[in-house]
Nanobody, 118 residues
Framework: QVQLVESGGGLVQPGGSLRLSCAAS????????MGWYRQAPGKERELVAA???????NYADSVKGRFTISRDNAKNTVYLQMNSLKPEDTAVYYC????????????WGQGTQVTVSS
C-alpha cells in the first residue's frame, strides 16, 4: 500500500509565498517522476510542475519563474515552492508520483487547497 500525503496549503495574499510538501510511503522500490497538478473550480486538472529522479524539472508556462519544484529522494518527498502567487493560482493542488512497488503505477495524493486572495 502506497500513500502520498500532502501538506502546506492555505490562504495567502497575492504576491505571497507557500511551500507544499508531498511524502510517499509504503512498499516502494523506486520513484521515477514526482509532480504537482492543480484543479480550479470548473476547470480540468493541469500539470503545474514535475521532476525526475535525476532532478530534471518541467514547469507549466504559467508558473515558470515563480514556482520551484525539488525533491529529496532519500525521503521520497517532493516540494513545490510557490512565490509571487496570483489569484489565478487558486486551486486544489494534487501530488502525483510514478512508483515501482514491483509494478509501475501512478499514485495521487488527496489534494491540498491553495487560495490566493486579499
Amino acid at each position: 500500500q502506497v500513500q502520498l500525503v500532502e501538506s502546506g496549503g492555505g490562504l495567502v495574499q497575492p504576491g505571497g509565498s507557500l511551500r507544499l510538501s508531498c511524502a510517499a510511503s509504503g512498499s516502494i522500490f523506486s520513484i521515477f517522476i514526482m509532480g504537482w497538478y492543480r484543479q480550479a473550480p470548473g476547470k480540468e486538472r493541469e500539470l503545474v510542475a514535475a521532476i525526475t529522479s535525476g532532478g530534471m524539472p518541467n514547469y507549466a508556462d504559467s508558473v515558470k519563474g515563480r514556482f520551484t519544484i525539488s525533491r529529496d529522494n532519500a525521503k521520497n518527498t517532493v516540494y513545490l515552492q510557490m512565490n509571487s502567487l496570483k489569484p489565478e493560482d487558486t486551486a486544489v493542488y494534487y501530488c502525483n508520483a510514478r512508483i515501482n512497488t514491483g509494478t509501475w503505477r501512478n499514485y495521487w495524493g488527496q489534494g491540498t487547497q491553495v487560495t490566493v486572495s486579499s
